[in-house]
């Protein structure tokens, strides 16, 4: 039997099993949000991959348009659907290909003579408290602690980085398509009671999208502006304890 109802798409229910419910409320309801059902296909406020997107990556992606720096990440219990609902699967792809794809639309739509965009990206994980390059070959297949691990310095400037980390330019979703899928084959994951395939590292995937424009001003002169936005989307690991996860 269900415990866990969602009347609309801002409301959470929990019912409590006969006779071990509080005093003379069952029912807890919990206002978010967003709230999304996934249980039922049939459902009339099932919530798809799509509704997810349009919800949370659309509002990040628009604020990186604009030049801000923007942080998406996943957060939950082993099994409950993070690297699901970042990731997805090839026929029902999730936040990050989706973000990937719609980005390269925008730049497709606006690129012109007089404005120009590069999207660099980058994939890591962090397992054990080491810090693993996806990206990179050597460093993807090396276990933690072998030497291989990558260090977080700090620039005077632009702040916190990870030294020595891979990034690659993409002219086209389809490179970040292929990036994205060498990126998770060398995720690390291991079978625990609740799911035979969880993630045991926090990932984060990176891109950085530059847009410069170039304006013409009387006299022949000419006027260059460039917005630097960082996107960062995350898949955290299960946030229950070790040893309830076995």
């Known amino acids: 039997k269900l415990c866990v109802e969602m009347p609309d798409r801002m409301t959470t229910v929990l019912v409590a099993p006969e006779g071990k419910g509080r005093g003379a409320e069952p029912r807890q309801p919990f206002r978010f949000d967003h709230c999304y059902w996934s249980h039922d296909r049939s459902h009339p406020n099932y919530a798809s991959q799509e509704v997810v997107y349009n919800d949370l990556g659309k509002f990040a992606l628009n604020n990186a348009f604009q030049g801000y720096n923007v942080c998406l990440f996943a957060y939950g219990q082993t099994g409950s659907g993070k690297s699901y609902s970042m990731v997805g699967s090839d026929d029902d792809k999730g936040i990050v290909p989706r973000v990937a794809s719609s980005l390269f639309e925008h730049v497709d739509a606006n690129k012109s003579e007089n404005v120009t965009f590069e999207v660099v990206t980058s994939m890591i994980e962090i397992y ?15 276990k933690a ?6 260090r977080v310095r700090e620039h ?3 702040g916190p980085y990870i030294e020595g980390l891979t990034a690659m330019r993409a002219t086209s979703y389809k ?18 009671v609740m799911n035979d395939v969880s993630s045991r590292a926090h990932t984060i995937f990176s891109i950085t999208f530059k847009q410069t424009s170039l304006e013409e001003l009387p006299g022949g002169m000419a006027r260059e502006t460039k917005k630097v936005s960082r996107i960062h989307l995350v898949d955290l690991a299960g946030s229950e304890r070790q040893s309830t996860k076995q």
């Open 175 to 192: 490179e970040i398509e292929h990036q994205l899928a060498a990126g998770n084959r060398s995720r690390s994951v291991a079978s625990t």
């Open 128 to 142: 054990s408290e080491q810090i693993r390059d996806l990206l990179n070959p050597k460093h993807a297949t090396a």
């Open 145 to 150: 602690g072998s030497g291989s691990d990558l």
């Open 156 to 158: 005077p400037q632009h």
